[in-house]
Nanobody, 123 residues
Framework: QVQLVESGGGLVQPGGSLRLSCAAS????????MGWYRQTPGKQRELVAY???????NYAEYVKGRVTISRPSSKNTVYLQMNNLKPEDTAVYYC?????????????????WGQGTQVTVSS
């Protein structure tokens, strides 16, 4: 069974830092891209950062300069280093992966989501 497991969320003071991790496991053939999204109550899930299989990254304007996404080569793990956190960064953060996997019915390419990890920025 393919799954994404996130870790690293928590409570941090404004100006602080957190590092989120997301590990993919299962019958993975290839990972086409991995990213982080966030969601607050009553709002749609929004992109924070994304990294494709070639290492190219894409960041939301509201986190540029404060956030770094990385994925060590040959590893099914993606990290999100967040610095200078602000109260408005408070949200549930979700890991996303575009993966090609081996399924009982054959090879499939699909988007997968983690269960989410809470990030709270408050003094």
């Amino acid at each position: 069974q393919v799954q994404l497991v996130e870790s690293g969320g928590g409570l941090v003071q404004p100006g602080g830092s957190l590092r989120l991790s997301c590990a993919a496991s299962g019958r993975i053939i290839s990972i086409n891209g991995m990213g982080w999204y966030r969601q607050t109550p009553g709002k749609q899930r929004e992109l924070v950062a994304y990294i494709n299989s070639g290492g190219s990254t894409n960041y939301a304007e509201y986190v540029k300069g404060r956030v770094t996404i990385s994925r060590p080569s040959s590893k099914n793990t993606v990290y999100l280093q967040m610095n200078n956190l602000k109260p408005e960064d408070t949200a549930v953060y979700y890991c996303n992966a575009d993966m090609t996997t081996a399924q009982p019915g054959g090879i499939e390419r699909e988007d997968y989501w983690g269960q989410g990890t809470q990030v709270t920025v408050s003094s």
